[in-house]
């Protein structure tokens, strides 16, 4: 990295903020969002940073094939479609910015929650088709209910400042870290999680252990029936066990904002789908809970800091040496 200048390949859309701070610091880079995979492949060994959102997986052999590679910079929270075990042996640092969407994914996974929590999905399409149904579409109040989140990182954090002003009890159980309990949220286990949750939201990063977490074995531990929310990735979930939850009862609704197999046609190929969607207790959208006009903004602008911090600290080491 000392021995060649810093360059930037950026191959994925960003708010122009990002490329404004990088040209203030007369940081050289190429913006080609429009790049597919292979066109990367062809020019990344010219490069010594990489920034990305989603386009493609950064895998072994893309890694192979940029020996001056520095950084690789994922604009958005989770870096799953890194290869991060790799990439940390090659000595390749990962930047994202968690902080930048969280308050969106926080705000999504609410009204999520609010939405099957009073029938409004199922009410306002009822109404649009010349149904009245009051009785049918009664509601639940959100107050006095034990939400428990999986995962306190940012986004986690963010879903219990959201719900504080609910009058429910939060409690959040995250391996990875301990002494966590805040204003906003109590720390627990996950048997914990399972006797007294009355929602569940879901705040963790897929890695191999979280990929299908969520199971028939994993419903059936729950000691009352839950309303399940999920806006962390879609492979944690076994999507046709939480169909079977609600057909028992034991999940009241469930929220997707993500899913196992994104983006048609072939979530349309899925034999789960049909089902999903003709479900008057299911929510989906499409994978946009962190993905609000500000969050575009604040994701970009975060990282852009990140990627100048850390450009000036190896320019500070590579002055010493």
Request: proline share 5%.
């Amino acid at each position: 990295m000392t021995n060649i200048p810093t360059k930037l390949l950026i191959v994925d859309d960003i708010h122009p903020v990002f490329l404004e701070k990088l040209e203030a610091r007369h940081i050289p880079y190429d913006y080609q969002p429009e790049f597919s995979k292979a066109d990367a492949v062809r020019v990344i060994t010219d490069y010594t940073g990489l920034v990305i959102r989603s386009k493609f997986r950064v895998d072994a052999p893309f890694i192979d094939a940029a020996p001056q590679l520095a950084f690789i910079a994922r604009g958005g929270a989770g870096m799953d479609n890194i290869d991060e075990h790799y990439a940390l042996e090659k000595g390749i640092t990962l930047l994202n910015a968690p902080e930048g969407n969280r308050d969106a994914v926080g705000e999504h996974m609410v009204g999520m929650l609010l939405g099957l929590m009073n029938n409004l999905y199922r009410a306002n399409f009822e109404v649009k088709n010349g149904q009245w149904r009051r009785e049918a579409n009664r509601g639940l109040e959100l107050g006095g209910r034990t939400v428990a989140l999986v995962g306190y990182g940012n986004n986690g954090q963010a879903m219990a400042r959201k719900l504080s002003g609910f009058g429910v009890e939060v409690i959040a159980y995250d391996k990875y870290r301990t002494g966590f309990s805040d204003a906003y949220a109590t720390e627990a286990t996950m048997e914990e999680v399972t006797q007294r949750a009355d929602v569940l939201s879901l705040h963790i990063p897929l890695t191999s252990e979280t990929r299908g977490m969520v199971n028939d074995a994993y419903l059936a531990r729950f000691n009352k029936p839950i309303f399940f929310l999920n806006g962390a990735r879609g492979e944690i979930v076994d999507i046709p066990a939480v169909l079977d939850a609600l057909g028992t009862g034991a999940v009241l609704g469930a929220a997707f904002d993500v899913l196992p197999v994104e983006k048609f046609p072939q979530l349309a190929e899925q034999p789960w789908f049909q089902p999903l969607i003709n479900h008057d207790k299911v929510m989906v959208s499409p994978h946009v809970a962190g993905w609000s006009v500000e969050s575009y903004f604040k994701i970009a602008d975060i990282l852009s800091d990140k990627v100048i911090k850390f450009l000036d600290e190896i320019t500070a080491v590579s002055q010493k040496t």
